[in-house]
């Protein structure tokens, strides 16, 4: 039998040490919202691949949908031989995203390659340079993807330079004192003093950052950035690669807040576990470049395809957005508890639907982040068999994204591994 050790070991010398690794056990076999590593211990899944599995490891159906495609086609590249269900899936992502206007849909590999094929559909379409990101954001590892990424540490660190024109302004953080009008003037600032709204092609943002921290763009914030949009021939871009799909209650997160977005970006959970991405916006925009300028090898493979049409029909048929209520309401009484009762290093409870996180600090009264307490809190949970992530500008956020079809018991358990797991880190 293999042990993690040994395969520690291989990989210390076979795999870069940039491409790091949460954990030091490696998976062998994984069912629902439970993973079992090499040498037999067990896992319960808060991690969820970083959002990819709301519909939790091996749905049935996503397998059974795989598996009869695999016996058809795997590849025959879309752009050289298209078939069915990319044109299902396209038709089925246009019904779904906000707004009830003519959509068309580009699928692709990974949410970087969504994200700049959204600068490129967005430059096309209005003749424009200028993006306007903010601080906070994750929108890939590519050099766009970086370029509008707002945390130099670890994605920016050493790789620049990035492109030009790509600006950032502060996104809306109350508890660490950005407030809705600090965000609103300086962006308003942004426009006066370093690019002409003339010049920017899009604003892109994440209704709910990811890696940024789970924090939540209030309502008026979105509304203000739809508008400024419309004055100025701006394309608003919603990146909601780890909050769509039923994760945060709706399907996609910025359904909470009423505004329609020009163009859309997904992954993740799209496909439970096949790698597929999509970038669906209105049909004039998506039509804006040449025939040709836009595609990809692999992306929208029929395999994958196939998967996000079964994952989309789990989704409906067993009620997940209702679902990731119920387990937001549920995860989010159990921090409470934790804060209200033991332990004051627990600060800023906050979810919208399953997305739910929390910081730790090391002095409440000045909200000070404590990054060293959430390593050692994700070390500890992981040694008593819990995948668990943190995040956020400050690494002090511990976030969860466990599946949604996850049973209560479980969640309870990952729950109560949290609690045993800080005591003894804060022994």
Known sequence: MKTNQELQAR????????????TRFYAERAENAQVWDVEGNRYIDFAGGIGVLNTGHLHPKVVTAVERQMQKM???????????????????????????????????????????????VARAATGRSAV??????????????MALTGKVVPYKKGFGPFPAEVYHAPYPNSYHGISLQDSLTALDNLLKSDVDP????????????????????????????????????????????????????????????????????????LAGGMTLSALTGRAEIMDAPDPGSVGSTYGGSPMACSA??????????????CRADQIGQRITKGFLDLAENSFDCVANIRAAGAMVAFELVSNPSQRTPDPDLAKALVAKAQSKGLLLLS??????????????????????????IIEASLKEVLA
């Open 74 to 120: 795997m590849h025959t590249c879309f752009h050289v031989m298209p078939y069915e269900p990319y044109i299902e899936l396209a038709e089925k992502l246009n019904e779904i995203t906000p707004g009830d206007h003519a959509k068309k849909t580009l699928l692709l590999n990974t949410g970087a390659e969504a994200v700049e094929n959204a600068i490129k």
């Open 198 to 269: 003339d010049r920017v092609a899009a604003i892109i943002l994440e209704p709910i950052q990811g890696e940024g921290g789970f924090y939540q763009a209030p309502v008026e914030f979105l509304q203000a950035i739809r508008e400024l949009c419309d004055k100025n021939g701006i394309l608003m871009i919603v990146d909601e690669v780890q909050s769509g799909f039923a994760r945060t209650g709706k399907m996609f997160a910025i359904e909470h807040s009423g505004v329609v977005p020009d163009m859309i970006t997904m992954a993740k959970s």
């Open 391 to 416: 995040c956020g500008v400050f690494a002090n956020t511990i976030r969860v994204l466990v599946p949604l079809t996850a049973e209560d018991s479980l969640i309870d358990e990952g729950l109560a």
């Open 132 to 145: 306007i990101a903010f601080n906070g954001a994750f929108h890939g590892r590519t050099l766009m993807g």
């Open 308 to 321: 996000a049409l079964a994952v989309l029909e789990v989704i409906e048929e067993e009620q997940l957005c």
């Open 11 to 22: 990989r210390e010398a076979s795999v870069p040490r940039g491409a790091a690794n949460v």
